[in-house]
């Protein structure tokens, strides 16, 4: 069974800093572009970063350019999210993600998703 199991959410004042884990099992990642996205109370989920298979091309929202970071160990098959300099906006549900083609996963279509891990940034 294909799993995206999201950890690391939880509550921090502004201006601080969370690291979001997610792990992947039951097929090979290695090979699959994977990302974040988030959804907050009444908006549409959104991009926030995604990292090619191998993490050498990484993407990112405007809105988190400079205090997020995405990485990936392909040894743990494992995505993680470094969120710095939080802001209250960036409260949201973060969901993990994977698909086989980096430009559809940066427009949002993904095969596997998590179930998703809440951040709350208080200010």
């Known amino acids: 069974q294909v799993q995206l199991v999201e950890s690391g959410g939880g509550l921090v004042q502004a201006g601080g800093s969370l690291r979001l884990s997610c792990a992947a099992s039951?097929?090979?990642?290695?090979?699959?572009?994977m990302g974040w996205f988030r959804q907050a109370p009444g908006l549409e989920r959104e991009l926030v970063a995604v990292a090619n298979w191998n993490g050498g091309s990484t993407y990112y929202a405007d809105s988190v350019k400079g205090r997020f970071t995405i990485s990936r160990d392909n040894a743990k098959i494992t995505v993680e999210l470094l969120m710095n300099s939080l802001k209250p906006e960036d409260t949201a549900v973060y969901y993990c993600a994977a698909h086989s083609s980096f430009i559809q996963l940066r427009a949002g279509i993904a095969s596997y998703w998590g179930k998703g891990t809440l951040v709350t940034v208080s200010s």
């Open positions: 039951g097929r090979t990642f290695n090979t699959y572009p």
